[in-house]
């Protein structure tokens, strides 16, 4: 009669409290085996709830036995060995048999102290890299929950734009900071003219290997976003998205030309300031410009007074020439 409630109570008391490394691993029945002899020294009597707060205590709550069970992914069963490893020896000796709580005391704590040494030495993860992907590589396994937690991030990475002028090559490569498997497949997909995320607007362009995707020369029809997508198996890691504005050449040279003719204006007999700040930074210019335009002037005034006088010879010539024609016929 009273087996059934004594099981019911070792249950609901191994399971109060948060899991850990000591509860993902170990049998219920190894527990309550090795609980089975506890007694209390002080009252020299056998208390199994006191020794479930002494596993409690030692395993369960101590961070320092979860921060050693934080193992990279496919590790979790070498957590299991060292545990067994420890703990079971402690089970087939303590079953069945009557063992103070200082004994158990110091055979748990060794036990846990053993357990901490040895899990720190399996490898680690290498840790989430935001802002996005499905990253295997880095899932560490959580002893509170006894199982692997993901980075969380959305598989979808924030747009990035790209200014390309009309005619050059532009270059985009689908890069991550984390590790990827050997087995990937990459696809490029383009939604002409949009900046968008929306999955039905992408058309697919290419699929492969290749993580660069390069145009060689961009044209206005190149302007969009392109999406890279990489999987592994039929499992997509990670979106990434790009996307290109073009310049067209004539608006670029119209630019280049105004800001030239901004920087060369004298309001008010003043030079504008260039963009640092400095104006003495384009005075050896502008003296050259002002140099160049002072000669062009006084050039085309020289040529104009040159034809001038040139033009008013034949009208100097005129009026001798008659004057011998006519002494010519008095004579």
């Given amino acids: 009669m009273w087996a ?23 049998d219920l029945e190894d527990s309550l085996s090795l609980c089975w002899g506890h007694v209390l020294t002080y009252y020299n009597v056998r208390n ?10 030692i395993f369960n709550t101590n961070e320092r036995v979860i921060e050693a069970g934080r193992v990279g992914k496919g590790f979790d069963q070498k957590l299991k060995d060292i545990l067994d490893t420890e703990i079971l020896p402690i089970v087939k000796e303590f079953d069945k048999k009557l063992n103070k709580d200082t004994v158990y005391e110091q055979r748990l704590q060794t036990a846990s102290d053993n357990f901490i040494a040895a899990a720190s030495k399996l490898p680690r993860v290498s840790g989430c890299f935001p802002p996005c992907g499905f990253q295997i590589s880095g899932y560490v396994y959580n002893c509170v929950t006894c199982q692997y937690d993901s980075c969380e991030f959305p598989l979808d990475c924030p747009v990035e ?22 087995d990937i497949e990459v696809i490029w997909r383009f939604a002409e003219e949009v900046k968008t995320q929306q999955m039905e607007e992408f058309k697919e362009v290419t699929a492969g290997v290749d993580r660069l995707y390069s145009i060689p020369s961009t044209s206005l029809q190149h302007q969009g976003t392109y999406q890279c997508e990489i999987y592994s198996g039929h499992r997509s890691i990670v979106r990434l998205y790009f996307y290109i504005r073009v310049t ?4 670029a040279g119209h630019t280049e030309l105004q800001e030239i003719f901004d920087l060369s204006l004298l309001p008010g007999g003043q030079l504008l300031p260039p963009p640092d700040g400095s104006p003495r930074s384009f005075l050896p210019f502008i003296q050259i410009l002002l140099t160049a335009c002072l000669t062009t002037s006084l050039l085309l005034l020289f040529l104009s007074l040159g034809a001038l006088y040139w033009s008013s010879l034949p009208e100097l010539r005129n009026p001798a020439e008659e004057s011998d024609e006519e002494e010519d016929v008095v004579l």
């Fill in 4 to 26: 059934p409630l004594f099981w019911l109570v070792c249950v609901s008391l191994l399971f109060c409290h948060s899991l850990s490394c000591y509860q993902c691993f170990v």
């Fill in 48 to 57: 199994v709830d006191a020794c479930f707060k002494t596993l409690d205590r």
């Fill in 161 to 182: 734009e790209i200014e390309v002028m009309e005619n050059s090559r532009s270059r985009m490569w689908c890069n991550v900071l984390f590790d990827l498997p050997n």
């Fill in 248 to 251: 067209p050449q004539v608006v």
